[in-house]
């Protein structure tokens, strides 16, 4: 897996920890000759960057200091090739800042330092270079300008050595204070799932695909299928290198070449991922807590495009603030980030901003959530839950997140992706939120539900039956089997009785008959309605099997038609008379005389047909062949020809 006119290196200790150990700093301050002085490796590869004497692709090698195992990346230092500064210092455990001393901090220096900052590279040294050049006076106050450009930053003091490249003064105890820096390091991002960032792809011949990129967290060994992103492919890895090297796996803090099956050359780009399959889901849009830098010329405007950097990907995207105070340098604020291309990211992660023209760094931040819909105000809900996220509290995170994906339960997986939870916690935690009443079991669900989900969808429920009302106010109510199927359209299959039964048991909603209504809309009627409303069941339950239409009936002289079909609607609601259609009702007695001549009919024997029953009950076709229907319908018949029969479990 080699590529061309690379040969390998021996192996070293593997038991040894792994750290990724990036550079920076101005270009021809001597990053380059410095790490070939550490490492006998020469990074610069290209012809043409051995002709110019400038870097300008990353730089790969691999540095034993203390115990220690760094995969050194050496970044270009020239302001056209940030870009490629930023994707280098993906996954950085430790920086080496470098410093000419006759030179002191140049603007990519600063640049450099920002970025750091931003993506929260908190441990490094400060290398002094070209030391043999410059005297102890001119030293010292490049020591002091670097430290105060480490302290304007917000990073931590440190250590500081003056080295030459040229008569390798210094390197041994940069070498002791890399080591000393490295034992602070820390070891997250070395357990769970597995993410590379792809730098590098190349074919071998015999071999095909290789891919190289730090690995960010999480191992990999042959023979594993991983996910290549943003386009979701599934490959398989091969074979394993780390520095020209077989290994049996690699992990977090190694450089590593992985050689892939299932994926031709031309579908991978630098920039691209590879994790664990069904990790990372790639975003268009990203929720994320924004610091601007200080050096910032001039205030970043309300939806300016901006160039999102992360990983070693970069796409284009739209910075819309949540609020006023995000804009000014040195600010920082939620924002939403609407990108141009999806990128795959995790929650927590950190990213940098840049102008479109790539100018320069205007600032950067770290993910809060992704998948969100767009928004250009910080509502109170939106603000609350992104203020949840940014909680240390790993069980208020994991139920925002359960809060926000509804009815949709997300695998573990993908929770730890966008909760920053340790995959190994995840399911203890998802059981005490069970045990402690967080998560409901909803009835037709194969888990249960967020208590929030549960609760905002039923308040949403009171909202749309209230208009409901408003809108149809003659109404008794609305159809129940209609509600319920709002209520199952607005969650997930098979749960929309098991929410509506919720309600009713709450006694926030009231059921009559076929109706659901808020208890505030409950039908009610006037005294004179009372009246004509039992004069309405009387006339329809003397007529037995015959009844009149609702525009037949004597009360509709007294009043108008809608008045008598809301009357008659509430009768149904109460239960005092049953719909057969829309124009024929039947008592409630009449109905159970219905049902228990069907049962004597079929007990003695005889046929249930239309004739038959139409017979026995003194009626005509007119009305016994709905009055049937009515009773197939509910259940109590099933039609086998012409003939009823009555089902196993009859209901009323």
């Not at 610069?44 to 870097?55: F, N, S």
């Not at 409901?440 to 609760?455: E, L, N």
Request: hydrophobic share 40%.
């Amino acid at each position: 897996m080699n590529p061309p006119n690379e040969t390998p290196i021996p192996s070293v200790d593997a038991r040894r920890r792994h750290l990724i150990l990036g550079t920076a700093g101005h270009i021809d301050h001597g990053k380059t000759s410095l790490i070939k002085a550490l490492t006998g490796t020469d990074t610069d590869r290209l012809p043409e960057e051995k002709r110019r004497g400038v870097t300008i692709e990353l730089g790969f090698a691999e540095l034993t200091a203390g115990g220690f195992e760094f995969g050194v990346v050496d970044v270009p230092g020239h302001e056209r090739f940030v870009r490629t500064m930023v994707s280098g210092a993906t996954g950085i455990d430790v920086a080496l800042l470098v410093v000419a001393a006759d030179d002191s901090v140049m603007p990519q220096t600063v640049e450099h330092v920002e970025i750091l900052s931003l993506l929260g590279v908190r441990r490094g040294i400060v290398a002094i270079t070209k030391c043999d050049l410059a005297d102890a006076e001119l030293v010292e106050l490049v020591r002091e300008d670097a430290a105060q450009l480490l302290v304007d930053n917000g990073l931590p003091e440190w250590p500081t050595t003056c080295v030459s490249s040229t008569d390798r003064t210094g390197l041994e105890e940069l070498l002791s204070e890399l080591a000393r820096v490295a034992a602070g390091a820390s070891a997250l991002g070395e357990t769970g799932a597995f993410r590379q960032a792809i730098d590098r792809v190349f074919t071998v011949a015999g071999r095909g695909t290789v891919v190289t990129g730090s690995v960010l967290q999480g191992t990999v060994a042959a023979g594993e299928t991983l996910e290549l992103l943003p386009a979701g492919h599934a490959v398989r890895v091969r074979d394993v290198q780390t520095h020209r090297r077989s290994a049996d796996a690699v992990q977090a803090g190694q450089r590593a070449a992985l050689n892939l099956i299932g994926v031709d050359r031309e579908q991978i780009n630098p920039g691209d991922e590879l994790a664990t399959p069904g990790y990372l889901t790639p975003a268009w849009i990203v929720d994320a807590r924004v610091r601007l830098v200080a050096s910032l010329a001039k205030p970043i405007k309300p939806m300016s495009r901006v160039r999102f950097a992360v990983g070693t990907t970069e796409v284009v995207g739209r910075l819309v603030p949540y609020s006023a105070e995000l804009g000014p340098a040195g600010t920082e604020g939620m924002a939403q980030l609407r990108l141009t291309a999806p990128v795959p990211v995790e929650y927590g992660q950190r990213f940098i901003l840049r102008h479109e023209n790539a100018s320069r760094t205007i600032g950067g931040g770290s993910v809060l959530r992704f998948g969100p819909r767009r928004a250009r105000r910080l509502f109170a809900g939106h603000r609350a839950g992104l203020e949840v996220m940014e909680s240390p509290d790993e069980v208020q995170r994991i139920e925002e997140v359960l809060h926000l994906a509804g009815f949709k339960r997300p695998t573990d997986l993908a929770l730890a992706a966008a909760t920053g939870v340790p995959l190994g916690t995840i399911e203890s935690i998802l059981a005490g939120l069970e045990e402690q009443g967080g998560l409901v079991p909803i009835a037709g669900s194969a888990f249960p539900i967020a208590v929030g989900t549960v609760d905002d969808l039923l308040a949403r429920a009171e909202h749309w039956l209230e208009r409901f009302h408003q809108a149809n106010a003659e109404e008794p109510g609305c159809l129940s089997d209609r509600f319920v199927g709002w209520l199952e359209r607005k969650s997930q299959k098979g749960v929309g009785r098991a929410l509506f039964e919720r309600l009713v048991s709450k006694r926030r909603v009231k059921v009559f008959g076929r109706y659901t209504c808020l208890p505030k809309f409950a039908p009610a009627v006037s005294r004179q309605d009372e009246r004509i409303l039992a004069a309405v069941v009387s006339e329809i339950e003397a007529a037995a099997f015959q009844p009149p239409a609702p525009a037949k009936l004597k009360a509709a002289a007294q009043c108008d038609g809608k008045r008598i079909e809301r009357l008659i609607k509430i009768a149904v609601a109460h239960g005092a008379l049953v719909r057969i259609d829309s124009t024929i009702h039947l008592a409630a007695a009449v109905e159970v005389r219905l049902r228990e001549t069907v049962r004597e009919m079929v007990a003695a024997g005889d046929e249930v047909t239309v004739a038959a029953l139409r017979e026995r009950l003194d009626s005509s076709r007119k009305y016994m062949v709905p009055i049937l229907e009515h009773l197939d319908r509910v259940g109590f018949t099933r039609r086998e020809g012409d003939t009823r029969v009555l089902t196993e479990s009859p209901s009323r």
